[in-house]
């Protein structure tokens, strides 16, 4: 049993309403100190699953505000406890007043992700579930959205349980054969269990590899726009946003900080990243500018390497080439309104190169083309509707699985004595239930839902 927590579960700010939640055994009788319904009903004979319109009145018998009640009485609510939500009005002081009234009467304040956390310590969704909620509540596109509820269904849940299902089987026959030797069991695992552990190792797999794909669907990919100063690279970043969203000049050195924004390609979030232009410089500021383009070297999934081909290039583009070996580049030649004089067979860092003028708008939708193909499309599109993970939490304890059951097989080959198969056994499944939270530690707990908002 836990106490009863209460927040304020809307956005702050000024709204037509705002809701206060209540969760927990006392929430009917915290309710039943502040609330007179119009209907004159004793608070605790109110319907379960109805809403009560009535008034809010504190410790004075002095109204606190005008409200809707609704009461959900466990087990089928969002935290499988008692719920009571309050409707209030929209204000930002009116729903912190509601807010404090209840704590006065009893509640707790819930923490970050409690109400969540409590819908999962009771049972109610496993911790992918609660996860789901989470990336649901952060998607961006609707290619995100559609994934956190696949998620949120219990898919990922319920194939987690099909493996640990498969894997059971395997452990109750070596436990046999470990309890009771004198049985004269053979040693090797028969075929259909070794066929178990094959399809476990062949589902982890897939699931590990889909983590590319979720990832990007989840986060998008990080486009670092980058090139010698005064080539356009921030009239690049506008043309894509289609409004004037960074500084252009005439100037070299215009952009001195990193200037972030997403655009949408096809339901793919593109992370852009505007840089201040590579070169020597002793301005300190721009200096500093300068070292943070060349940290995004490393941290993009996805360069655009920008040159102006309407000049010879020069010592910088070559430099900037050298250190762009080997990653995933696109070559953008802008200002292609001009006359075209440069030499890009010195540029070896880029496989292919787009023509554009992000002055003139030209090109452009033909690069966001190119993009897509290029980087995108390959990890996306996938005709097959499997299963696709989108949290490096999944993939990790999948990775432990997978390894354990490769050891298994090892042992076999080799074969070793059924109780090192035991050992392995007992790490895939419980690896297999640090994905779902079967097993799990307040830090993981806490790591999970320090990210979820108050009242959610
Ligand atoms: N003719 C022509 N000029 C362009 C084009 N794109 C950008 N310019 C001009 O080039 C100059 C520099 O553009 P910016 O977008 O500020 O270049 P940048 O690469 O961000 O420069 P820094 O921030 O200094 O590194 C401006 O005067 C732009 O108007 C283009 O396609 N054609
Ligand atoms: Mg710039």
Redesign the pocket.
């Known amino acids: 049993m836990f106490d009863t927590i209460a927040a304020i579960s809307t956005p702050r700010g000024e709204g037509g309403i705002g809701i206060v939640r209540i969760s927990g055994s006392e929430a009917i009788e915290i309710l039943a100190k502040i609330f007179k319904p119009k209907s004159n009903k004793e608070v605790k004979n109110l319907n379960n699953f109805s809403i009560n319109y009535g008034k809010l009145y504190n410790e004075n018998n002095e109204i606190v505000d005008e409200v809707l009640v609704s009461i959900m009485k466990g087990s089928k609510t969002y935290t499988a406890e008692d719920i009571v939500e309050i409707n209030c009005h929209g204000g930002y002081l009116i729903t912190e007043k509601v807010l404090e009234l209840v704590l006065r009467f009893g509640a707790r304040h819930a923490e970050q992700g409690e109400f969540t956390r409590r819908a999962f310590l009771n049972g109610r969704i496993d911790l992918t579930q609660a996860e789901a909620v989470m990336d649901l509540i952060h998607s961006k596109t609707d290619k995100s959205i559609s994934l956190s509820l696949d998620q949120l269904r219990g898919d990922l849940k319920s194939q987690i349980s099909h493996l640990k299902r498969l894997l059971l089987d395997v452990a109750a026959h070596v436990n046999v054969v470990l309890d009771y030797p004198e049985e004269g069991i053979d040693d090797p695992l028969p075929d259909n269990l070794v066929d178990n552990l094959k399809i476990v190792v062949s589902t982890t797999n897939e699931l590990i590899l889909s983590y590319d794909k979720g990832k990007m669907i989840k986060e998008g990919v990080k486009t670092a726009i980058l090139?010698?100063?005064?080539?356009?690279?921030?009239?690049?970043?506008?043309a894509l946003l289609r409004e004037e969203r960074?500084?252009?000049?005439?100037?070299?050195?215009?952009?001195?900080d990193i200037i972030e924004e997403v655009i949408n390609i096809k339901g793919i979030p593109l992370v852009l990243v505007?840089?201040?232009?590579i070169r020597k410089t002793d301005d300190i500021v721009e200096n500093i500018g300068v070292e943070k383009s060349m940290s995004q070297i490393e941290q993009a999934d996805f360069i655009l390497f920008?040159v102006?081909g309407?000049k010879e290039l020069e010592e910088e583009d070559l430099k900037i080439n050298e250190k762009l070996r080997g990653k995933k580049v696109l070559g953008i030649v802008?200002?292609?309104?001009?006359s075209q004089v440069a030499d890009l067979t010195k540029l070896d860092s880029v496989d292919t190169f787009i023509n554009?003028?992000?002055?003139?708008n030209?090109g452009i939708s033909d690069m966001e083309e190119h993009v897509y193909n290029l980087i995108i499309k390959g990890t996306v599109e996938d005709s097959s509707k499997k299963l696709v993970i989108t949290n490096v939490r999944h993939k990790t304890a999948l990775e432990k699985t997978k390894d354990a059951i490769n050891n298994i097989f090892e042992t076999i080959n080799m074969g070793l004595p059924m109780d090192l198969i035991a050992v392995d056994l007992k790490e895939a499944l419980d690896s297999l239930s640090e994905v779902t939270g079967e097993i799990s530690t307040e830090d993981l707990l806490d790591h999970v839902f320090k990210n979820f908002c108050v009242g959610k």
């Open positions: 090139g010698k100063p005064n080539v356009g690279k921030s009239s690049l970043l506008n960074a500084i252009v000049t005439h100037i070299a050195g215009t952009t001195r505007d840089t201040a232009g920008v102006d309407s802008n200002k292609n309104d001009l554009i003028s992000a002055k003139e030209l």
